[in-house]
């Protein structure tokens, strides 16, 4: 008990050392989580990994003090599911935060390539522009398209708005007439859902989608009526 107090622990944290000396765990094992730089459920995480089955070496990924709990938790579901331990550890170094990590896993167990991955895994992208990138990627969705839709001009809406466009097999040159700041996403909705329906934008009365109040319930509109008569 020399150590732990030395260590300063609370006694939280000394009831989880304890309970992986209850479970079996070598003392090497219980040293990976025994640091007062982990909390109790932070230590909680690392001591379930290891009675799990996981090895040292994949834990010892989970067991950073740069990560927090909910990046941990990411990390060790990930090794858990059976990502490459390579591939986990170059995105565990506690840059990424848990949604980015999500974004990044889940682009790996989708089956997405490696070199598709590393396009939307960079620090300076939002969970959100991750997201969208990533299903961009998985629908083989042109490269020109998701980079239209991935500015950050626009909101997070709109960029959902363009990328339902481009999901939906609308051309650049048809993203690009409503990929603009100045409509709103419900304006961009409205537009792209005349565009789906084989509309020309100069067919679709803008007068009239100006009008739109600010937030509106898009299922309960009929986009015909924004055709110029």
């Known amino acids: ?57 994949k834990t010892k990924v989970i067991a950073n003090p740069d990560l927090d709990f909910y ?40 089956g997405l390539a490696i070199e598709a991955i590393e396009r939307y895994a960079k620090v300076e992208f939002y969970n959100y522009e991750m997201r969208l990138m990533r299903l961009g990627y998985e629908k083989e969705i042109d490269e020109e398209k998701i980079l239209l839709y991935i500015d950050r001009k626009f909101s997070q809406a709109q960029m959902y708005q363009i990328y339902k466009g481009a999901k939906h097999g609308l051309s650049v040159k048809q993203l690009k007439a409503y990929a603009k700041e100045e409509f709103s996403d419900e304006q961009m909705y409205v537009i792209r859902l005349c565009l789906e329906n084989g509309y020309d934008f100069e067919d679709i009365n803008l007068k009239k989608l100006y009008e739109l109040p600010t937030f509106f319930c898009g299922e309960d509109i009929s986009f015909s009526q924004f055709k110029k008569n």
């Open 71 to 110: 990046q941990m938790l990411e990390v060790s579901e990930a090794l858990i599911n059976g990502l490459p331990l390579d591939f986990v550890s170059k995105y565990a170094s506690g840059d990424f935060d848990f949604n980015q990590l999500k974004e990044i896993f889940k682009g790996f167990e989708h």
């Open 1 to 57: 008990m020399t150590f732990l107090e030395k260590n300063d622990l609370d006694k939280k944290q000394l009831l989880e050392i304890k309970k992986g000396k209850k479970h079996g765990l070598s003392k090497r094992k219980i040293l990976l989580y025994a640091n007062k730089a982990f909390d109790n459920f932070q230590m909680k995480l690392i001591r379930k990994a290891l009675e799990n089955g996981l090895s040292f070496k």
